[in-house]
Nanobody, 123 residues
Framework: QVQLVESGGGLVQAGGSLRLSCVVSRRTFSSSTTGWFRQAPGKEREFVAAIDDGSTYYGESVQGRFTISGDNAETTVSLHMSSLKPEDTAVYYC??????????????????WGQGTQVTVSS
């Protein structure tokens, strides 16, 4: 069983920065992917970023502004968000995907999800 717990959400002004953290408790898997997704009110959940054995992936809307990183075992995965915009306001979810074949950007491939943390960017 894999459990994920997010923290670090909050209220920030436009142009500011915020760091989210995801603690992943897991049994030993040979490799896995940890991703961040977000869902704004009235919108579908969208891919934000993912890290897969050191390789990183980003959604178009956050490319160049957000950075995902993990410790060596990727048991703690952070999302550093800078140059925040009001349209970044959403509930942010951490998720994990395991198996020998993984698709970091496809939310349907993620098996485990955290409870979410609210990020609000004021204009």
């Amino acid at each position: 069983q894999v459990q994920l717990v997010e923290s670090g959400g909050g209220l920030v002004q436009a142009g500011g920065s915020l760091r989210l953290s995801c603690v992943v408790s897991r049994r030993t898997f040979s490799s896995s992917t940890t991703g961040w997704f977000r869902q704004a009110p009235g919108k579908e959940r969208e891919f934000v970023a993912a890290i897969d054995d050191g390789s990183t992936y980003y959604g178009e809307s956050v490319q160049g502004r957000f950075t995902i990183s993990g410790d060596n075992a990727e048991t703690t995965v952070s999302l550093h968000m800078s140059s925040l915009k009001p349209e970044d306001t959403a509930v942010y979810y951490c998720a994990a995907q395991t198996g020998s074949v993984r698709t970091p950007t496809n939310q349907r491939k993620y098996h485990y999800w955290g409870q979410g943390t609210q990020v609000t960017v004021s204009s």
